[in-house]
């Protein structure tokens, strides 16, 4: 899927973010949707009203606890506000626990109504209120 990751571009309202060093070395990225109808997971996230989401986020292993991760969720997070609407929604798996940890601290909370499976793949819905 991250092969592919800059199609997500052709999406009405996505953003492909990237984080950068300070010598220019790709640290990780995400993808931002603006228009939850682009959102393009399970469940009921795609019909969620005046949301932007954030899918895909990624940081390269040898940039892990640079802030990388924290850097770009909140660059979605201000992509939001500037686009006016209510909340942020994401979604995630038990084996990123370190990310989940990470969306609690900025005060993402857990929405079971946003969970859903994915070819026996528990997958767990976050919502962030503005």
């Not at 969306?103 to 993402?108: I, N, P, Q, R, V």
């Given at each position: 899927m991250l092969d592919g990751i800059a199609r997500f571009t052709e999406k009405p309202g996505a953003r492909v973010l990237v984080a950068l060093s300070e010598r220019d070395e790709l640290m990780g990225g995400v993808v931002y949707f603006g228009d939850m109808a682009q959102y393009g997971s399970g469940?009921?996230?795609?019909?969620?009203?005046?949301?932007?989401?954030?899918?895909?986020p990624g940081v390269d292993p040898a940039f892990r606890n640079t802030g990388a991760g924290k850097a770009l969720t909140l660059a979605c997070i201000e992509l939001a506000r500037q686009s006016g609407h209510s909340q942020v929604i994401?979604?995630?798996?038990?084996?990123?626990?370190?990310?989940?940890?990470?969306?609690?601290?900025?005060?993402?909370?857990?929405?079971?109504?946003?969970?859903?499976?994915?070819?026996?793949?528990?997958v767990y819905g976050f919502r962030l209120t503005l």
């Open positions: 469940g009921t996230a795609t019909s969620v009203q005046n949301a932007s989401g954030i899918r895909l994401l979604h995630t798996t038990k084996a990123m626990q370190l990310a989940w940890g990470m969306y609690e601290k900025l005060g993402f909370a857990r929405s079971e109504d946003l969970d859903f499976s994915q070819q026996g793949l528990q």
